[in-house]
């Protein structure tokens, strides 16, 4: 009686969505959201807005090249430490650009990196790589 | 600005920067040994991609401002005197006459006569208006010592894109100064001035040296950033048939050299900023002339990393071309006759080059 209490259970457990059911309409529906913000990403990277001397970050990276995500985290001689791609931008931001700098999880720097990463999809990773 | 105050512009340069400047510039104006031949040599002096770029009133992006200030400064100070100097085109960020001004007020610092480029930075708002007060024809020759020069206005483009796409002059501006934006157009000659240069060749003996000055390569390199002339292969055809042929373009702000047929072609670097090489964008495919030994990958930390201008020596009819890198070393890229291709005097050989030059 008990055994079969416990497969009723686990039967009612297993019935809802669990995390990893998820469908194709889902994935197109996430790579949607994922490009929607790459594409205010390749806005801001090539918008004078993001700084203040009207300088952009196409400027120097056309299509972000040049920025190699792929290399990071890696040491940055000039910082004297190991450093992520989000502090290399503020570094842009606040020297070429002469503007302010963003938080790591501020949704324009997100959006710079997702479309720094997806100009650089395919390439494999190597951080720490010069 | 009076002249006093430029002139005073001018001698403050010389007093602040010749100090430093003479220890390190290397003034290797002599002539190669075997220079048998009898055309005179001659130096001339090239600046290019300077990108004055205005943010409002009288201000102006301090780091372009600076790389400009510095090449004109470094070139009044080179001994023997070069005999002209050439700028090659984009002395302005986006065409206005704030900037323009801005440009030729550094620009006539200069104590050499100054033939000037057309680049498309220059070009776009009032195709070409304002500079041509500056600066005259957007095309012509001349010949100097028993070489004759041509420069070319190659950043003209499509009809419809540059008459009937855009709802203002700014707009038209704007998406043609983006080098990455799909919205451009590629880089031309054009019909008229095609028949131009032919009908200007056609008065040139074959065995005279002729230097072709265009801002974008008349190659075909990359499309996708306009490292490209789309006739760059009637251009070619045309200058086939002359023995001694040297094109020397700016646009790509990075050292790019080859050869075809006859023709020599040496990039020349910008006073603004570096570009990447095209192969380092993952998603096309370039072709980069393997010649080249690629510039060092610029370190961003140092504003005037990969940035610098040229002198050149014109010798025996072919151009030997020196970078001045403000914050690399020098490179030499000269022509070698025996093997009839311009080449790094330094690091041809694959054993000498820097992890630096390695680009991806």
Redesign the interface.
């Known amino acids: 009686m008990k055994k079969v209490a416990v497969i009723a259970v686990s039967l009612v457990l297993a019935g809802p969505v669990v995390a990893d059911e998820f469908t194709k309409d889902d994935t197109e529906r996430w790579m949607e959201q994922f490009e929607l913000v790459a594409a205010e990403g390749r806005r801001l990277w090539t918008s004078p807005e993001i700084g203040t001397n009207g300088v952009a970050c196409a400027q120097c990276h056309p299509n972000a090249a040049n920025t190699h995500p792929e290399t990071y985290p890696k040491f940055q001689k000039q910082l004297g430490r190991v450093t992520q791609l989000w502090e290399m931008i503020n570094w842009c931001l606040r020297n070429p650009l002469e503007g302010d700098e963003l938080a790591a999880d501020d949704p324009k720097m997100v959006a710079m990196l997702a479309y720094v990463h997806k100009e650089r999809r395919g390439v494999k990773l190597d951080p720490g790589k010069h | 600005m009076s002249n006093e105050t430029l002139n005073g512009r001018r001698d403050f340069l010389k007093a602040t920067t010749s100090g430093v400047i003479a220890g390190m510039l290397p003034v290797s104006l002599v002539r190669l040994a075997g220079a048998a031949e009898s055309d005179p040599d001659f130096t001339f002096a090239y600046i290019s991609d300077s990108h004055i ?3 409002k009133g009288n ?1 102006f ?1 301090r ?1 372009w401002d600076r790389g400009l200030i510095r090449a004109v400064a470094e070139a009044n100070l080179l001994e023997p005197k070069p005999d002209f100097v050439v700028f090659g085109g984009d002395l302005a ?1 986006l065409g206005t006459k704030a900037e323009l001004d801005h440009g030729a007020e550094i620009l006539a610092g200069l104590n050499y006569k100054t033939r000037v480029v057309m680049g498309e930075h220059d070009y776009y708002l009032d195709l070409g208006e304002y500079w041509s007060d500056l600066y005259g024809d957007h095309y012509y020759s001349w010949d100097h010592k028993g070489v004759h020069f041509i420069t070319l206005n190659s950043i003209l483009t499509y009809d419809d894109w540059t008459f009937d796409r855009w709802e203002s002059p700014e707009r038209r501006m704007n998406e043609m100064a ?4 799909p919205n451009g157009s590629p880089f031309m000659v054009g019909d008229k001035q095609l028949k131009w240069l032919k009908k200007d060749l056609s008065k040139v003996s074959r065995d005279t040296p002729v230097v072709v000055f265009s801002h974008s390569p008349l190659q075909k390199i990359y499309k ?2 306009n490292f490209w002339t789309e006739e760059a292969d009637d251009v070619q055809a045309m200058l086939k048939p002359f023995k001694k042929v040297n094109v020397i373009y700016g646009h790509v702000h990075q050292i790019q050299y080859n050869q075809i047929d006859k023709i020599a072609f040496t990039s020349v670097m910008s006073t603004a ?4 090489y ?1 192969e ?5 495919e370039s072709h980069l002339p393997i010649l080249t030994v690629p510039m060092n ?5 140092n ?1 005037r990393d990969a940035t610098g201008w040229q002198f050149m020596n014109m010798h025996t009819g072919r151009v030997d071309l020196e970078f001045n890198l403000y914050n690399n070393s020098n490179r030499t890229i000269a022509f070698n006759r025996d093997k009839g291709h311009p080449e790094d005097v330094t690091f041809s050989d694959a054993k000498t080059r820097t ?1 630096a030059q390695s680009h ?1």
Do not use: K
């Open positions: 770029q205005h943010i201000e992006v780091n960020q983006g080098l990455d934006n996708g950033w900023w570096p570009w990447p095209p380092s964008y993952a998603q096309a990958r610029a370190d961003p930390f504003e992890p991806f």
